[in-house]
Each structure stands twice: as structure tokens, then as C-alpha cells.
């Protein structure tokens, strides 16, 4: 007895189509090409726009100006992610890139023209970038009921912010006081990018290891390689050594934080939560970064780089509190 072929879509589901596999394998990697491309560049353009802000403003106190801005420009997340259901996620990454490339040129008219207007207007277009990297939706009032009923959601929702708000704040004024210590750009440059090794050339490593061992142990590895990168960068000073070593340190931390962190919030949270709580994860932590970032500029004029990285090794203290608290208690 002989069957009739049929066709693949009427006995299977359209996603086992060898075309719509292929097509979605390039897709894959495409955003994923862009999103490692967008990640260096908005990295990297955060640290130097700390030392742009500061010669611009002819002082340190403003250098955290140019992140405070980056991550206001985050904020289009929303907008972006709206455009992305009416139009799809090609338009909206589309447009959030341009827009970013748009900051660049402006950034750049703000350097030959000395421009402390034109500064804070081409990062907040920069930002963009930021929100095209790691927009999401979600409804603010459920994720905060979710996260003040459920402990060890609320655990990875601080890591996150934590670690986010440690790292954007130091990396935003390294340069600054490599700068003022002597450091060439040359040298400044193969800082930042030993810190962004840090933060993704770790990452599949780090998810391993928190799949082996347990979210809630990487998360607590994480902040003891925050303290360990404070004392570092704190105490380095005039040695670029000491401070690099730091620097890449604190991006391992944000790694070891952001990974096991994200995963803990999602496996505490149900699906149907779920985008509300990472959306409200992802405001809370580029709006507390920002809020860190401006301060940050005042506390070296005020307390030194060590300073900093002090307070830094300070806001870590509650993670590692909320993590060996007994069950019970949390």
C-alpha cells in the first residue's frame, strides 16, 4: 500500500520547514551580529563620552553627564518597542539605530564646537542605541506586585539594578581619572576594552556555570568579583596595571550579575508576568545607572576615584546581605 507524500506544513508545524529554518537561522545570527556590534559600540562610547563631556566642560564634575544622558536616551525603549508591534521589529530596530548613528554625528559637531547643548542632545540620541539593544514592554503594576511578594524574584531584580548601576558608574569615570593620571587614549582604550572582555566574551561560560551550580551561588560570586574589583580600581591609582586588572573585573562582575540575575527573575516569575517584570526590571536599572552616573561626577571631585569605588563596593552589601539572609527571613 502506497501513501501520497504530503506536504510538511499540513502534517507538522510551519516552524520544521527546512526555508522558514534557514531564514530563521540568518535572522539569528544577523540580530545577533548587531546586537554584539551595538553592545561594543554603545560600550565604548559611554566611556569616552565621560572624558568628551569633561573637555567640553572643562571639569570632572559634568563627566558623568554623558552617561546620565545615554541612559535617559534609553528611555525610547517604549516608544521603540510600540513602533516594533505596528510596523515590526525591522522598522523599529532600524529606526533606533539610525537615530543613535544621528547622536554620533551631533557628538561630534559638539566636539569641534565645545558644545555642552549639543553634547547632551547627540547622547541622548546615542541612548537610543542603548534602548534598541534591550527594549522591552510590560505593565509597570504587575511586576511590582510580583516582585514585593516574591523574594527571590526581588533578589535577582536588585542584583540586576545593583550590578548595572556598580558598573555604569565606575566605568563612566575610569577614563576621567586615567586621564588626569597620565594615561594616552592608546592606554585608555585597551582599558575599556579589557573591561568589555569582561562584561560578553564570558558570557556562554558564565550561563554554564550557573546552570551547574545554581543562580543563586553565581549571583554571590558575582559581587565578591565587584569587591574585588573595587579594591582593585581603588587602590591602583597611578597603576595603569592595577586599574585595567579592575576594570576588567568589574565588567566579570556585571557578567556573572546580569546572567544569573536574569535568569533567577525569569524562572521566579510566571510566564504571563513575565514581560511586565522584565520590562520593569530594564526601566529600574537604566534609571537608577543614570542616577549614579550624575552623581558620580561629584563624588571624585569630592572623595578621589577611590572614593567611588567605595561607594560602589557599598552597594553591593545588600545582594550579598539579601542572599545569606536564612530563608525564612527573606
Known amino acids: 500500500m502506497t501513501t501520497a507524500p504530503q506536504d510538511a506544513t499540513a502534517t507538522g508545524p510551519w516552524q520544521a520547514d527546512e526555508h522558514v529554518r534557514a531564514v530563521q537561522k ?13 553592545g561594543v559600540g554603545i560600550g565604548v562610547s559611554v566611556s569616552i563620552g565621560s572624558l568628551l563631556a569633561e573637555s567640553v566642560a572643562h571639569g570632572e564634575t559634568c563627566a558623568g553627564l554623558a552617561r546620565t544622558a545615554t541612559t535617559a536616551g534609553a528611555a525610547a525603549g517604549v516608544p521603540l518597542a510600540l513602533l516594533a508591534q505596528r510596523r515590526g521589529r525591522r522598522t523599529a530596530l532600524s529606526t533606533g539605530w539610525l537615530t543613535a548613528a544621528a547622536g554620533g554625528a551631533v557628538l561630534i559637531a559638539s566636539a569641534v564646537a565645545g558644545s555642552i547643548p549639543l553634547l547632551v542632545a547627540g547622547m541622548l540620541l546615542f541612548g537610543v542605541g542603548s534602548a534598541t539593544n534591550q527594549s522591552k514592554t510590560g505593565t509597570l503594576r504587575a511586576g511590582l506586585v510580583h516582585l514585593r511578594r516574591t523574594p ?48 560578553y566574551a564570558f558570557s556562554p561560560l ?18 565578591f568579583v ?36 536574569s535568569a533567577l527573575l525569569s524562572d521566579a516569575t510566571p510566564a504571563t508576568l513575565r514581560p511586565g517584570v522584565q520590562g520593569t526590571a530594564d526601566t529600574a536599572m537604566n534609571v537608577v545607572a543614570a542616577l ?29 546581605a539579601l542572599r545569606l539572609l536564612p530563608p525564612r527571613t527573606r
Open 226 to 261: 565587584f569587591l574585588a574589583s573595587a579594591l582593585l580600581s581603588g587602590l591602583g591609582g597611578r597603576s595603569v596595571p592595577l586599574v585595567t586588572a579592575g576594570l576588567f573585573l568589574l565588567g566579570l562582575g556585571w557578567s556573572f550579575s546580569l546572567v544569573a540575575g
Open 26 to 38: 540568518r535572522t539569528v545570527r544577523l540580530l545577533a551580529a548587531a546586537q554584539i556590534v551595538g
Open 152 to 199: 527571590r524574584a526581588a533578589l535577582a531584580f536588585t542584583t540586576i539594578v545593583v550590578a548595572n548601576t556598580v558598573m555604569g558608574t565606575v566605568m563612566t569615570m575610569t577614563p576621567v581619572s586615567m586621564a588626569e593620571h597620565g594615561a594616552t587614549l592608546t592606554v585608555v582604550g585597551l582599558t575599556i576594552s579589557g573591561h568589555l572582555l569582561g562584561m
Open 292 to 320: 549614579g552616573a550624575g552623581l558620580a561626577g561629584p563624588l571624585v571631585h569630592g572623595t578621589g576615584f577611590g572614593g567611588l569605588n567605595a561607594a560602589a563596593a557599598v552597594l553591593v552589601l545588600p545582594v550579598i
Open 206 to 223: 558564565v550561563g554554564q556555570l550557573a546552570d551547574r551550580i545554581g543562580h543563586l551561588p553565581t549571583v554571590l560570586a558575582g559581587q
